[in-house]
């Protein structure tokens, strides 16, 4: 189902069809560094994946995270939208995108639509993001959205320590 449609790009939600696409996604060098190893290693577990994380929180919150794609071709290239994680209190924009589609500004085209969709039909108040203080290509992409460093988080899974941005919506 599209959900969200931008100059360039539409956005829409994702399913176990998608598992081919989200099985190279997860295992990108940079999304294992900067995201994390979801341990996703074949179809069947980016089905799984895409069940449980995906798909469920439509269901549960109403939102998600989509599959972006281009407009004209109907390309996957990414992945972008709302998260509600248990350790924070306000929804949590994310994204990440392949390779061969970084610095064209679908990610910024991509989350400007999301964080609309967010305020309007959601009601946001508030969105916020959490980054690896080491991910500067986030970081300068979140500053464009308009968040701003605003903490240090403590991930309860591993102990890592990330950057929470924020921004009033």
């Known amino acids: 189902m599209n959900i969200l449609d931008t100059e360039r790009l539409t956005?829409?939600?994702?399913t176990e069809n998608d598992?081919?696409?989200m099985l190279r996604?997860?295992?990108e060098p940079s999304y294992i560094r900067f995201i994390g190893d979801r341990g996703v290693k074949t179809e069947?577990?980016?089905r799984a994946f895409l069940r449980k994380s995906m798909i469920g929180s439509y269901r549960?919150?109403?939102?998600g995270m989509y599959m972006v794609q281009l407009k004209n071709e109907r390309t996957p290239i990414g992945i972008c939208g709302l998260v509600k994680r248990e350790m924070l209190e306000d929804v949590d924009i994310g994204f990440a995108f392949l390779a061969e589609f970084r610095s064209?500004?679908?990610a910024l085209e991509s989350a400007e639509a999301v964080m609309r969709y967010g305020k309007e039909v959601h009601g946001?108040?508030?969105?916020?993001?959490i980054v690896t203080p080491d991910n500067e290509r986030s970081i300068g992409l979140l500053e464009k959205l308009g968040l701003r460093f605003e903490r240090m988080v403590t991930w309860p899974e591993d102990?890592?320590?990330?950057?929470?941005?924020a921004v009033a919506v």
């Open 11 to 14: 956005l829409r939600e994702l």
């Open 19 to 21: 598992a081919d696409f």
């Open 25 to 27: 996604l997860l295992n």
């Open 44 to 46: 069947v577990d980016a």
């Open 60 to 63: 549960v919150n109403g939102f």
């Open 104 to 106: 064209k500004g679908y």
């Open 124 to 129: 946001l108040k508030r969105i916020v993001a």
């Open 159 to 165: 102990g890592t320590q990330l950057k929470l941005y």
